[in-house]
């Protein structure tokens, strides 16, 4: 019987990575390249391999061509707009 890899919670994950869990959850939505979830009942655990694949993944920067969203965002206003100017 092989050994199996052990199983990370979002928070192990977390610290793993070094992010916050606000950010975690953006790269699990966003990221294709991001390891996917394994549910087991109502608790979700990652493979800690997969992290490391992960993180050499994006060391040598071929994760880069498949993130998204970032580039589409339309770049907001400074301030309010300007009040209409009704013509009587």
Known sequence: MSNP????TVKQACAYLQICR??????????????????LGQTIRFKAVDFGRYVDLKATGEGKAES??????????????PKAKFMA
């Not at 890899?5 to 990370?8: F, V």
């Open 22 to 39: 606000a950010h975690f959850y953006s790269l699990l939505k966003s990221d294709p390249s991001f390891p996917k979830p394994i549910r």
């Open 5 to 8: 890899s052990p199983l990370l």
């Open 68 to 81: 998204v969203g970032h580039d589409l965002a339309k770049k907001r206003g400074r301030g309010r707009p």
